[in-house]
């Protein structure tokens, strides 16, 4: 059949992502045929969704993000990771945050119009945080420096992409995704803390919480280039943590949910090499936590809310029929945004009958 439709998915999310080729058409040309085999074939930035693969193919994707940020909330893939902060133990901390992210991906084209992807994370995390603890003198905390290097698997990933319409040359199409995040990956409260402060002696590779995010992909053609939109909306699921950090009990946590939005184009420039720019931005609720002195006496606290917002600027090279080489460059224009994340995307795909 025809070529991919290039899906988009902000965010991280989150990010840029490359359309598999596989067929013998200028890149944002639609090849003739039908309108199930005219869809664009431009690759935008994608992370909620992807190229939708032909029936039958199968898309092997290794992928490596480097992410640097500076802020004092730790925020992943539209999740906040929760840290001592919400939980009484420290006033405020300034942060050094580095992440390197190396995944294996797979997609798979059920049937043309109907996708399915898996993909697996492996984290080296890095911070260097400065912590504010209090003391008995008012507005005089102590300082305490620490650095915290840890490495291990992230939350796997898991989600469905479906066409909703055929589209054709300078008409709409509508892909539905539902994305569900697992928390493989050790949480914020499963990690091993110090008995005396119950700061964390390691650093968390996951969210520890469950993820559903429904979105809605909306791309209109336009020889030479393709615009995209995408909108979803992240449900956190909650959990019992139940746990006693030093004096402080923590019930209950429901991590904030995000409102997702993002938008761009992605230009061919011909038939191997394309572009793309765009923004993103997630709205991220604030974190409810459960806490107290004991199980029967707490009550709820809200964490702030959040605003990440990023430009996103990519660049995709069309190797050969099979394979082809994306890199993307997110920059931050939020206050509690990653100060940068950079990501390397080699898709290869292959027709198993």
Do not use: C
């Not at 935008?44 to 940020?69: C, D, M, N, Q, W």
């Not at 720019?277 to 936590?289: A, K, L, N, V």
């Not at 660049?315 to 460059?329: E, F, H, I, P, W």
Request: hydrophobic share 35%.
């Amino acid at each position: 059949m025809g070529a991919g439709v290039a899906d988009v998915k902000a965010a991280e999310s989150q990010t840029a992502e490359p359309a598999v080729k596989v067929a013998q058409t200028p890149v944002g040309q639609a090849p003739s045929g039908d309108a199930e085999s005219s869809r664009p074939e431009v690759p935008v930035a994608a992370e909620r969704g992807g190229v939708l693969t032909p029936k039958g193919t199968l898309v092997f994707e290794p992928s490596i993000e480097y992410a640097h940020t500076s802020v004092d909330r730790f925020v992943f893939q539209g999740v906040e990771i929760v840290d001592t902060v919400l939980i009484g133990v420290i006033d405020a901390s300034q942060a050094d945050r580095e992440v390197v992210t190396a995944a294996l991906g797979f997609r798979y084209g059920i049937t043309d119009r109907f996708e399915m992807d898996v993909k697996v994370p492996w984290l080296y995390r890095n911070d260097n945080t400065i912590d504010f603890i209090p003391t008995e003198i008012p507005d005089e905390p102590r300082e305490s420096e620490r650095s915290n290097t840890t490495t291990g698997l992230g939350d796997i990933e898991m989600g469905l992409h479906y066409q909703l319409n055929k589209g054709g040359p300078d008409q709409a199409f509508y892909i539905a995704n539902l994305r569900v995040k697992s928390h493989t990956g050790e949480g914020p409260f499963d990690v091993s803390r110090d008995p005396v402060t119950g700061i964390e002696t390691e650093l968390p590779l996951g969210s520890g919480f469950w993820g559903v995010e429904p979105s809605l992909t909306v791309l209109l053609p336009s020889d030479p280039a393709v615009f995209y939109m995408n909108f979803g909306y992240l449900w956190n699921i909650k959990d019992d943590v139940n746990q006693t950090i030093l004096d402080t009990y923590v019930g209950e946590v429901d991590p904030g949910d995000a409102i997702r939005a993002s938008f761009g184009m992605g230009y061919g420039i011909n038939e191997r090499a394309s572009f793309s720019i765009g923004y993103q931005h997630d709205f991220i609720m604030g974190t409810e936590t459960e806490l107290g002195d004991s199980p029967t006496n707490t009550e709820w606290t809200t964490g702030d809310r959040l605003d990440i917002g990023a430009l996103s600027f990519g660049a995709n090279y069309q190797v050969s029929d099979s394979t082809s080489v994306s890199l993307s460059v997110l920059a931050g224009v939020t206050e509690d945004a990653p100060d940068v994340r950079i990501i390397l995307r080699i898709p290869i795909a292959t027709s198993l009958f």
